[in-house]
């Protein structure tokens, strides 16, 4: 059992960066694929970034060349760098953990979620 919480997320002005973490317990994290997705108002929930236990990542084309997703497993945590932020990128943000597949962008496959954080990026 994996448990995952989020941090970091806030308001920043278009072009600004933000990072989230998300810290895991358990001590099998290094084996899990995790991923990070995102809802908007009235939307459905969107895949952003994902990345496999052996740091393999797959990016959602919208945020390609502006964010990161990257691993510390001996932190447990994963990590979203958002850079050239815009207003479009506001939502609350999501953490995912799977343990039985690979660094996909559907969220059915994930089993472990976070509570999610907020980001806000004003115009």
């Known amino acids: 059992q994996v448990q995952l919480v989020e941090s970091g997320g806030g308001l920043v002005q278009a072009g600004g960066s933000l990072s989230l973490s998300c810290a895991a317990s358990?001590?099998?994290?290094?084996?899990?694929?995790m991923a990070w997705f995102r809802q908007a108002p009235g939307k459905e929930r969107e895949f952003v970034a994902s990345?496999?236990?052996?740091?393999?990542?797959y990016y959602e084309d919208s945020v390609k060349g502006r964010f990161t997703i990257s691993r510390d497993n001996a932190k447990n945590t994963v990590y979203l760098q958002m850079n050239s932020l815009k207003p479009e990128d506001t939502a609350v943000y999501y953490c995912?953990?799977?343990?039985?597949?690979?660094?996909?962008?559907?969220?059915?496959?994930?089993?472990?979620w976070g509570q999610g954080t907020q980001v806000t990026v004003s115009s």
């Open positions: 990345i496999s236990w052996n740091s393999m990542t």
């Open positions: 995912a953990g799977s343990k039985w597949t690979g660094a996909t962008d559907r969220d059915n496959d994930y089993g472990y």
């Open positions: 358990g001590r099998t994290f290094s084996t899990y694929a």
